[in-house]
């Protein structure tokens, strides 16, 4: 049963989990790349923050760590790709597999750590009124972090470097002709977005699983992915402006977080098979565009040939039909 | 030490450029490629395929690192000074109208990139209200009515357009040399003279110094001030003045011939 919780929870999470869906959106559509580092750099946000919280540090700094670890996953993916000029794919793949090992390194040989001490989590109920429901905690943090973000990335990309990342990310030939140093740009690109991604991760462990799991960022970049195709397909129109695209992906990756909630009710669907689903929805939505196409064409070549029957074939032929 | 004249601008002394050094395919590309380029020139040069032309451009520009030889910029040694640090210096227009301009963004940022071309980038905007005006009345000089749709997104724009944009892009910050590698070659034939006269309106009203590959032969007699013609990597003619203006498509196939011992091989250096 879909019910008001299962629609709550959904923007809960998906709230914490659009702000991954930003920084997926900083490489995929502005730099032009698909980022794999994702998937390592989700999950090292939440072991940074699980471990240094349990270790007495305050979870604000903690989460501020959990961001400059997703800065270093991307400097390492940014170097990979554009001073050993390894393929993009391949380099994020490269830290993916290094951030598996580097992970279990900093969680000290578990796949799960549990936070013990006061998270982020806590320190909002202190904040909110007492008994304020864990949904409630996540949609409050996430609007204000989510709407951070978008002021911060809404002021980045418009100054100066901001234009020449989005430049190098539509033309780079033509960025290095005005002067721009692509290689640094891709990098910082990378930077930022691994950097949101890591504080996503930070987010959902402290506030949605309670503990970092090495496995968490399994399908990270789908997920994005598919956030990213729902919020474009569903709200932007073409020259939209660049805050509202923001807020229309925070909104896909509500909507994705939702469908699956609601997926997930169903009884004949399992929580192993959330995977597929994902894969189906990025599928279709990545198709889209030319399933779109290919009815079109289809339409009017119907209709062309309707018209040449009816109107040239009989002129041509003297009036005899021609079957 | 080296010593050399004032109106001097680019000196390209002795280069050499190969590609695939070391694998079954090197081929060298210039050959100990000598070229003087004074202030105010505006350089034509042509030469068939392969002959190094877009090389020589590109080793100018700093895409591709010489071998040998040495560069010197205004008595400034760029050999090896990287693409990023000489566009400050160098404004570049390419053959294909993709190449010079960003599609995803609109026709006032891509200019705004290009008016930042010779600073460094920080955090101040992107884009200033007064700059707009700067950039509505370079538009309006195009006249092609690209002022009032300076929020348009470039990728909407035909090739001669991008192309036209691209030039005003190139030559908004007054650049020490313009690099102009067959800008109109992909273009239709109107919109390619079109392009070509604007190229030339700007470079004459600006004073600037300008090297311009070509395939068409009566263009680069009618255009500039001095022509050079490429082959096997080297200059092998270099005619200005009273001598270029005189100059005839006869003239230049025999002087080829005669230089080179060897006929033009590319009908599109004839037909252009």
């Known amino acids: ?323 | 030490m080296l010593i050399w004249e004032v109106s001097t601008l680019l000196n390209m002394m002795h280069i050499e450029k190969s590609f695939n050094i070391g694998t079954i395919n090197e081929k060298k590309v210039l050959n100990d490629l000598s070229l003087t380029i004074n202030d105010g020139d505006f350089i034509t040069v042509i030469g068939g395929n392969g002959a190094g032309k877009s090389t020589m451009l590109n080793t100018i520009a700093g895409v591709y690192k010489v071998d040998g030889g040495r560069i010197l910029l205004d008595g400034q040694d760029i050999t090896y000074k990287s693409e990023t640090d000489r566009a400050q210096y160098i404004g570049r227009v390419f053959q294909d109208p993709m190449m010079g301009t960003a599609p995803t963004m609109m026709i006032e940022e891509n200019l705004a990139m290009a008016y930042r071309r010779t600073k460094k980038r920080g955090l101040g905007w992107g884009i200033s209200a007064k700059e707009r005006e700067i950039y509505r009345q370079a538009l309006a000089q195009l006249g092609l009515g690209l002022e009032d749709r300076m929020s348009t997104k470039v990728g909407l724009l035909s090739g001669g357009q991008r192309q036209a944009v691209t030039l005003l892009m190139a030559t908004l910050q007054k650049p020490k040399l313009l690099l102009l590698d067959e800008h109109t070659a992909a273009l239709d034939p109107a919109t390619s003279a079109k392009v070509l006269e604007l190229s030339d309106k700007i470079i004459k009203e600006n004073n600037l110094t300008a090297l311009m590959v070509t395939h068409n032969m009566q263009n680069a007699i009618d255009y500039g001030n001095r022509l050079v013609m490429m082959n096997g990597g080297r200059i092998i003619l270099d005619i200005s003045g009273e001598e270029k203006k005189r100059l005839t498509i006869e003239d230049l196939l025999k002087k080829f011939e005669s230089v080179s011992g060897g006929k033009f091989t590319t009908d599109s250096v004839l037909l252009g």
Request: overall charge positive.
């Open chain 1, 1 to 323: 049963m879909i019910t008001t919780a299962t629609l709550i929870s959904g923007l809960a999470q998906g709230l914490i989990w659009a702000i991954m869906t930003l920084g997926v959106y900083i490489t995929f559509r502005i730099l032009d790349i698909a980022d794999l580092t994702v998937e390592g750099s989700f999950p090292l946000g939440a072991a940074v923050t699980a471990v240094l919280i349990n270790g007495g540090m305050h979870p604000v700094l903690a989460v501020f760590m959990a961001i400059l670890a997703g800065c270093a996953a991307g400097l390492v993916t940014g170097i990979f790709h554009t001073i050993f000029k390894i393929p993009a794919i391949l380099s994020g793949i490269l830290t993916m597999i290094a951030l598996y090992s580097v992970n279990i390194r900093i969680m000290s040989d578990k796949a799960t750590v549990a936070i013990v001490q006061p998270s982020v989590k806590k320190l909002m109920q202190n904040l909110l009124p007492e008994g304020t429901p864990s949904n409630t905690i996540s949609i409050v943090l996430g609007v204000i972090v989510c709407l951070a973000i978008v002021a911060l990335l809404y002021y980045f990309f418009g100054t100066e470097i901001g234009c020449a990342v989005r430049a190098t990310g539509s033309n780079q030939n033509m960025a290095r002709s005005l002067g721009v140093r692509t290689d640094r740009i891709i990098i910082l690109g990378l930077m930022i977005s691994n950097a949101l991604v890591a504080l996503s991760g930070s987010l959902i462990a402290q506030l949605d699983y309670g503990s970092a799991l090495v496995t968490m960022g399994q399908g990270t970049i789908v997920i994005g992915l598919a956030s990213v195709i729902i919020g474009e397909v569903i709200f932007i129109r073409k020259d939209r402006n660049f805050a509202i695209k923001l807020i229309a992906i925070i909104a896909g990756a509500i909507i994705y977080r939702t469908i699956i909630a609601c997926a997930l009710t169903f009884s004949f669907l399992k929580a192993t098979d959330l995977k597929i689903i994902t894969a189906i929805i990025v599928s279709i939505a990545l198709a889209l565009p030319v399933i779109k196409q290919s009815i079109a064409e289809r339409k009017l070549r119907a209709e062309n040939a309707k018209r040449f029957e009816t109107e040239f074939l009989n002129a041509d032929m003297g009036g005899e039909h021609v079957a």
